[in-house]
């Protein structure tokens, strides 16, 4: 193989890479969907509002009542003063911190376990609780799993559609790629169909530099896959306890099988389709 064909290898190796990332990243969000929405599930606040001056016993009373139904974490029951519900929205709704002024009542805020959060539990809830003494509603917001799985749908179908275009463009360069290198080598293989060489032969320096250049693809997908697990894991946010390793090894096999199917077959077709051509 002429080696005045590295730069044009390059690129081949360049756009296999950004398919295979962009493949990576849409592989992912798909894998993950399903935990990302869960602990979204898990995250989302439900709201007890109490009376004024609920003695503190009734609070507590009330609070291991909502504890013990089933669907709740008990430990994310907990009780959240009007002053601290009015410290926490008062940036947000541009209000006054000043406590005459507090629109806001004592709360008791809890989650439920993903595996039982349902629109349909939460109403039961709402319908048991606010029939205790010193509740004056529940409120919950459920719009959010509706909206987090829409935007994740947009988001993986952007990447998928992005990476579609960009396989176009890599199988493009690697047809240019492999067509320029044939045609640069063209008298070394006609000498080697000369003396009898079989196809085989003649493909492999060829299929060696498709492999070469899928495997360097493969680790660029490996470097970018690890850095961004890295950082969630060290951003110690709730990303952190998104991944999923068997999601993680798969993608990087899929990257791999795609790698390998994009470079590999596609070089041995050009070349089986050249040979053709030039007589064998």
Aim: charged residues 20%; contains cysteine.
């Amino acid at each position: 193989m002429s080696r005045n064909q590295k730069p044009t290898q390059f690129y081949a190796t360049m756009s296999t890479s950004i398919v295979l990332i962009l493949i990576a990243l849409f592989l992912l969000i798909f894998f993950h969907s399903n935990n990302i929405t869960d602990i979204v599930k898990e995250n989302i606040n439900i709201l007890v509002e109490l009376e004024n001056k609920l003695p503190s016993g009734e609070i507590e009373i009330i609070k291991k009542i909502i504890a013990g139904y089933e669907g709740v974490i008990p430990s994310s029951v907990s009780f959240v003063p009007k002053e601290d519900a009015l410290a926490m929205m008062s940036q947000e709704l541009n209000i006054s911190q000043v406590a005459e002024d507090n629109p806001f009542k004592d709360l008791i805020k809890f989650n439920l376990n993903n595996k039982f959060y349902s629109e349909d539990l939460i109403k039961e809830i709402k319908s048991k609780v606010e029939l205790e003494k010193g509740v004056v509603g529940l409120y919950y917001e459920n719009d959010s799993v509706d909206l987090v799985k829409t935007n994740l749908q947009k988001v993986s179908f952007g990447i998928l559609i992005l990476a579609l275009c960009f396989v176009v463009l890599a199988l493009a360069i690697i047809f240019n790629t492999v067509k320029l290198t044939l045609y640069s080598d063209i008298k070394q293989i006609k000498t080697m169909q000369m003396v009898g060489a079989e196809n085989s032969f003649i493909k492999k320096p060829y299929l060696r530099a498709a492999f070469s250049m899928s495997s360097k693809a493969v680790v660029a997908v490996i470097i970018f896959v690890g850095l961004l697990c890295g950082y969630l894991i060290q951003s110690q946010s709730i990303f952190a306890e998104i991944i999923q390793w068997q999601y993680v090894l798969l993608t990087i096999g899929i990257s791999f099988l795609a790698a390998f199917i994009i470079q590999f077959f596609t070089t041995n077709s050009i070349i089986n389709q050249f040979l053709q051509k030039e007589g064998r």
